[in-house]
């Protein structure tokens, strides 16, 4: 786990979208605005010293885990990932070339560090349900020995982060797994909603509006707030406020742009929805970022 130094995290979260930019670029394919969106959020968590990771030890037991619901912001967890140390950023460039790892969605037989292979939307928060009932069994299976954190074991739970998106919000499954981990009271459990306020096929207002969100997450019995989710003071306060949650699970609405900081630039098409920038709008992009 990083330090939480405000600047610091906006630091890498430029440094996330440069290389989120580059490599979609370089691929000439992938979803770079839907990655960008998601920026903050999976900063904080990687290096603000929200997550248990060990990037030597990918299948640490105690490990808490982060999964990638709208799969398709791949090039986001592979930024974030390498910047772990859990791969060289030298396999950046690779993204969906043949034989590389980095896949056109996380493939969690290849890359160390993916916990879900997911890419088929609605489906994470189920896996994310299913890992923290599992997390609390061995939690009270194995407790922690005499020494405790100090032993690199912990009788708490791992806790269990998935980052959906708010179009596949409309997806069935996702309130199945809702009241499921209502019922058994999975407080190691946080979903953040990356409300980006689009979709594949247009504004998920005109898809399907299901604001606000929530109160309908309340109603399943969950706690939640909603926040700016490109302030990473918010980001980091509503991550600790699910922490201290107790007996229920977590909810975290975090509204965003997408392409944020660089939406200037897509004009023409503010959805710009898997499509990559080219050499020259990728130029201005980073020009931007800084």
């Known amino acids: 786990m990083a330090s939480a130094n405000?600047?610091?995290l906006e630091a890498k979260a430029r440094l996330i979208r440069r290389h989120i930019i580059a490599s979609t670029t370089a691929a000439g394919s992938g979803h770079p605005t839907s990655s960008m969106?998601?920026?903050e959020i999976a900063v904080a968590l990687y290096f603000g010293s929200v997550l248990r990771y060990d990037p030597k030890n990918p299948a640490w037991p105690q490990r808490d885990r982060f999964l990638l619901s709208k799969g398709h912001a791949a090039p986001?967890?592979?930024a974030v990932l390498a910047e772990a140390g859990y791969f060289s950023?030298?396999?950046i460039p690779t993204l969906r070339q043949i034989g590389s790892p980095l896949e056109g969605h996380p493939n969690m037989r290849r890359l160390p560090g993916v916990e879900a292979s997911t890419g088929?939307?609605?489906q994470?928060?189920?896996?994310?349900?299913g890992i923290a009932l599992a997390a609390k069994l061995d939690a009270a299976k194995f407790p922690s020995p005499p020494g405790g954190e100090g032993s690199g074991v912990r009788g708490a739970p791992a806790r269990v982060y998935v980052v959906t998106g708010d179009g596949e919000m409309g997806e069935g499954q996702v309130w199945e797994a809702a009241m499921s981990a209502a019922k058994y009271k999975l407080d190691n459990l946080t979903a953040v909603v990356d409300q980006n306020g689009y979709q594949q096929t247009g504004p998920t207002a005109e898809v399907l509006d299901l604001r606000p969100l929530v109160p309908r997450f309340e109603a399943f019995g969950w706690s939640a707030q909603e926040i700016n989710g490109h302030d990473l003071g918010e980001v980091l306060a509503?991550?600790?406020k699910a922490q201290e949650t107790k007996s229920r699970p977590s909810a975290i609405i975090a509204r965003t742009v997408k392409g944020?900081?660089?939406q200037n630039l897509l004009t023409s098409d503010p959805n710009h929805h898997g499509k990559p920038l080219t050499k020259e709008e990728a130029a201005q992009a980073l020009e931007q970022i800084g």
């Open 6 to 8: 405000l600047s610091g």
């Open 89 to 91: 950023r030298d396999m």
């Open 76 to 78: 986001l967890l592979y």
């Open 37 to 39: 969106s998601a920026v």
């Open 120 to 122: 088929s939307l609605g």
């Open 260 to 262: 944020y900081p660089i």
């Open 124 to 129: 994470g928060l189920s896996i994310g349900v």
């Open 238 to 240: 509503a991550l600790k």
